[in-house]
């Protein structure tokens, strides 16, 4: 069995550059401003199972609009001025951390802030503790 290669290292970044990134599933059609953020949040990571590239497609797409919403920020302010002329916060500040909190979901159940593949993390571990096991030793794998 081939071991898999550290995500950190020099050959898998240039691995990683040679490989053409997946492009969006069937049937999700994505406009030129989504296919621009698509090609940068793709290279996150290598192997994607398809209903994660579904999920790409939605965090692509809330980036996107979260880009609309902070050049609507942008232009209004952070603060503006309601019927009596009094200064309340932008109701765009509540769209903008709805968007975020979805976008950041998403994006955590999907554990792509995470530096190995969750799928594999504990693998080394456990092959360690196969061979503590078979030597005899152990004592060794209790805590301390």
């Not at 989504?34 to 999920?55: G, H, K, N, P, S």
């Not at 504990?122 to 096991?133: F, G, P, S, V």
Request: glycine share 2%.
């Amino acid at each position: 069995m081939a071991r898999k290669s550290r995500s950190d290292s020099i050959d898998s970044a240039v691995k990683a550059k040679s490989l053409k990134p997946p492009s969006p599933p069937s049937g999700m059609q994505l406009n030129d401003e989504e296919m621009a953020c698509w090609q940068q949040m793709i290279t996150v990571r290598q192997d994607w199972r398809d209903f994660d590239l579904v999920l790409m497609v939605k965090v692509v797409r809330l980036e996107v609009k979260l880009r609309h919403w902070w050049d609507m920020l942008d232009k209004s302010g952070p603060m503006v001025r309601n019927k009596r002329e009094t200064l309340i916060e932008n109701p765009i500040l509540r769209s903008i951390d709805t968007l975020q909190r979805q976008q950041l979901a998403i994006i955590t159940k999907m554990q792509l802030m995470t530096v190995a593949d969750p799928r594999t993390l504990n693998k080394a571990a456990q092959a360690t503790d196969m061979e503590e096991i078979k030597k005899g030793n152990v004592l060794q794998l209790l805590a301390r």
